[in-house]
């Protein structure tokens, strides 16, 4: 089946600090992948997504990389701020289109 | 584009009453989703429709809750009778045909007292 497993949190870092968030997907089809972000008493909203394998998504300084072989799309971020406090969650579509799956959330809190 | 439009943004109620969630989705986006998300379950998905016509409602928990699409600029989800454990945020989400992205709306707390 599809499904998509990512890291419990909260991750809480110091301004600056490097940011990594696993996530590993299973899919019966050939997924594209997505990291969604949710910022207080907001909506989720795309950050970044990659369609197929070795693709890197990319935006507003974080990336993550389709990796195929070990069916993973971990997020990263170089150098975190406060405003990237937030929730975020990574999405398969499975490989069949609209219907999104999403993992349970990571909750990110950066300190100053 | 106004985006995904949802009303009311909160919405407090007794126990046993009635209550109807409405969305307006983004323009000439075919696909819409009902989402609920709750610290417990997280975010599952209750129902999509494409084209007006639903699709999958596996994820609807019981026979209280129904949704509608009458056109293509609206749909409601009620819940009747609500219960203390329906209290949660419920938002709306679109998308274009042929695209994955969706583009959520700002979500309706619901707290049932």
């Known amino acids: 089946g599809n499904s998509v497993t990512q890291m419990e949190g909260p991750v809480t870092l110091s301004e600056e600090a490097f940011l990594t968030i696993n996530c590993t997907y299973t899919a019966t089809g050939y997924p594209s992948l997505f990291w969604y972000v949710q910022y207080p008493g907001e909506g989720l909203q795309l950050l970044l997504k990659a369609t197929k394998a070795d693709d890197k998504g990319s935006n507003k300084g974080f990336e993550a990389t389709y990796r195929k072989e070990t069916t993973s799309f971990h997020l990263e971020k170089g150098s975190v701020q406060v405003s990237d406090s937030a929730v975020y969650f990574c999405a398969s579509d499975g490989g069949y289109g609209n219907k999104l799956v999403f993992g349970a959330g990571t909750i990110l809190r950066v300190k100053s | ?113």
Not at chain 2, 45 to 53: A, K, R, S
Not at chain 2, 75 to 100: H, M
Request: hydrophobic share 35%; glycine share 8%; aromatic share 10%.
């Open chain 2, 1 to 113: 584009d106004a985006g995904v439009i949802q009303s009311p943004r909160h919405e407090v109620t007794e126990m046993g009453q009635e209550v109807t969630l409405r969305c307006k989705p983004i323009s000439g986006h075919d696909y819409l989703f009902w989402y609920r998300q709750t610290m417990m379950r997280g975010l599952e998905l209750l129902i999509y429709f494409n084209n007006n016509v639903p699709i999958d409602d596996s994820g609807m928990p019981e026979d209280r809750f129904s949704a509608k699409m009458p056109n293509a600029s609206f749909s409601t989800l009620k819940i009747q009778p609500s219960e203390p454990r329906d209290s949660a945020v419920y938002f709306c989400a679109s998308s274009p045909a042929g695209a994955n992205r969706q583009y959520f709306g700002p979500g309706t707390r619901l707290t049932v007292t």
